[in-house]
C-alpha cells in the first residue's frame, strides 16, 4: 500500500488516545510534543499517563471506551489489546472521517507513523509502510548520525536570515538567491565544530549582519553543549 506523506498540525486541537499503556505513552508524548490537546480513554493509565494526568497535561476519562468518545477529535490513535474494540473504533472513525491509527493492525489505519528523527525545527520521517517499523528505526539512527543537532541550530539560522531578508530585501530574486546560498554553505559544519567565527562571517557575507543583529546571541552558549551531544552519539 501507497501512502501520502504528510506533517499534520494538531496544535490547539483534541486528539483522542484510546489505552493507557507503554504505546499509548508513546502517543500521547508525540501529540503533547506538537502541542494537541490529548483525551486518554482508559480504565487504568501506566505511570508516566498517570503523572500527567496529575499534572493535567492530558485528560483522563476512567472507563472503556465508549461509541461516541471520538467525537469532536481531529486524531485517534488505538493502543489497547482488544481486537475487536480497534475494528469498532476503525469504522467509526471511517465513518466519520477522523484519521486513526491502530497499534499493530496497519489493515486497520487510515495512517501508519513513521519513524522519525528529530533535530530541532528538522524532521525527517522514515516509512517502510508497515512492512519493518524495526527497519525503518534502523535507518533513522543512520541519518541521525549525519543530520546531528547542528542541523536544528542551523534551521534557527535560517530562520532568522529569511525574516531578516523577508523586512531587508525587496526583490524575491536577490531575496532566494541569498537563501539558497546560505543553505547550500558550511553553516552545520561550522556549528557542529563549535566556529561561530565561520558563521558570523558567512552571515557578513550574504546578509552584512551577524548572529547578534538576527537575535540569535543565546546561540552562542547552546553550540558548544550541542556538538558535545553530537559527538556523544
Known sequence: MKYVP???????RRCLVVGGGEVAARKVATLLAAGAEVCVV?????????????RGRIRHVAREYAS???????LIYAATD?????????????ARGIPINVADAPELCSFIVPAVLNQGA??????????????????????????GSE???????????????????PDLRIRARKLS?????RIPEYLRNNDLDAVERMLHR?????????????????VGADAESHTAR
Open 42 to 54: 482508559s480504565p487504568h493509565l501506566n505511570g508516566a499517563l498517570t503523572t500527567l494526568a496529575s
Open 82 to 94: 482488544d481486537a475487536e474494540l480497534h475494528r469498532r473504533m476503525h469504522d467509526e472513525a471511517g
Open 6 to 12: 504528510i506533517f499534520l498540525a494538531v496544535a490547539g
Open 206 to 222: 550574504h546578509l552584512g549582519v551577524g548572529l547578534d543583529a538576527l537575535g540569535l546571541s543565546t546561540i552562542r552558549g547552546r
Open 181 to 185: 546560498l546560505l543553505a547550500a554553505s
Open 122 to 147: 528538522l524532521q525527517i520521517a522514515v516509512s517502510t509502510a508497515g512492512a519493518s517499523p524495526a527497519m525503518a528505526k534502523r535507518i533513522v539512527a543512520r541519518l541521525g548520525r549525519i543530520f
Open 151 to 169: 542541523y536544528g541550530l542551523a534551521l534557527e539560522v535560517m530562520r532568522a536570515a529569511r525574516g531578516h531578508l523577508k523586512a531587508a530585501e
Open 68 to 74: 461516541g468518545d471520538l467525537d469532536g477529535a481531529s
